[in-house]
C-alpha cells in the first residue's frame, strides 16, 4: 500500500481528502495545513467544515479538495479519496463518503461523543471490519501512543497529517513550512516531530 500515492494529474484532476474526529483534537487545523501545502505547491484548492460543539467533544468534520481548478469544497458521496480519522467512530461516521478502494486512516482511539452517550447508542465494536466492508487500504494508528512519545498528546493532528502524507504528492519541505506557519512558535519543534512519527508508522 505503501505506492498507493494521490497525485494530480489530467486524469485525476481533483484530489479529496475528508478529515474526521471530535473537538478539541485539531481537526481543523491539520485541514489548514493541508488547503496551505496544496496552495503552496501551486494547486486551487477549497475546504469547508462543520463542527458541532467542537469545544464540548462533538463531532467536527473538514473537507478539503485540491487540483489545478476547484469549483466547490464539497466533496460528495462516495467521491473521497481519503478519509483521516482522528477518532474511530468518526472513521464510520463518513465512510459513505468514500470511494470504493479509497484509504482509510485512523486514529484508534475511542471518545464516546455526546449525542451516542445521552441516546445509549452503542459504540461500534469494530471499527476495522466496519472499514473493510468499504476497502482493504485501511490503516490504524496508536495516535494517542505516539504523541506521548514525542512530548505532547496534543500533537495527534500533526501525527495525522505525518501517516497522510504517504499518500500525497507533496514534498516534506512544504508540510514542514505550513506547520510552520500554522502552530504556535512554542509548539513548531514538537508538531515537527509529531508529523515525522506519524510518516513513519507507514513509510
Known amino acids: 500500500m505503501e505506492n498507493l500515492k494521490y497525485v494530480v494529474t489530467e486524469k485525476k484532476p481533483i484530489v479529496n481528502v475528508l478529515m474526521s474526529g471530535v473537538g478539541g483534537q485539531g481537526v481543523l487545523v491539520a485541514s489548514d495545513i493541508l488547503v496551505m501545502v496544496a496552495m503552496e505547491a501551486g494547486l486551487d484548492a477549497k475546504k469547508s467544515e462543520i463542527h458541532g460543539m467542537a469545544q464540548r467533544g462533538g463531532s467536527v468534520v473538514s473537507q478539503v479538495r485540491y487540483g489545478e481548478k476547484i469549483y466547490s469544497p464539497l466533496i460528495a458521496t462516495g467521491d473521497a479519496d481519503i478519509i483521516l480519522a482522528f477518532e474511530k467512530l468518526e472513521a464510520v461516521r463518513y465512510l459513505d463518503y468514500l470511494k470504493p478502494g479509497g484509504v482509510v486512516i485512523v486514529n484508534d482511539q475511542q471518545i464516546t461523543p455526546l449525542s451516542v452517550f445521552f441516546t445509549n447508542t452503542p459504540y461500534p465494536e469494530n471499527v476495522f471490519a466496519i472499514c473493510k466492508r468499504k476497502t482493504n487500504h485501511i490503516i490504524m494508528i496508536d495516535g494517542v501512543q505516539l504523541a506521548e512519545r514525542v512530548g505532547n498528546p496534543r500533537t495527534i493532528n500533526s501525527i495525522m497529517l505525518g501517516a497522510l502524507s504517504n499518500f500525497l504528492q507533496f514534498d516534506e519541505a512544504l508540510w514542514m513550512k505550513a506547520i510552520g ?21 507507514i513509510g
Open 181 to 201: 506557519q500554522r502552530v504556535p512558535a512554542k509548539t513548531l519543534e514538537l508538531n515537527r516531530k509529531a508529523f515525522e512519527a506519524g510518516k513513519q508508522v
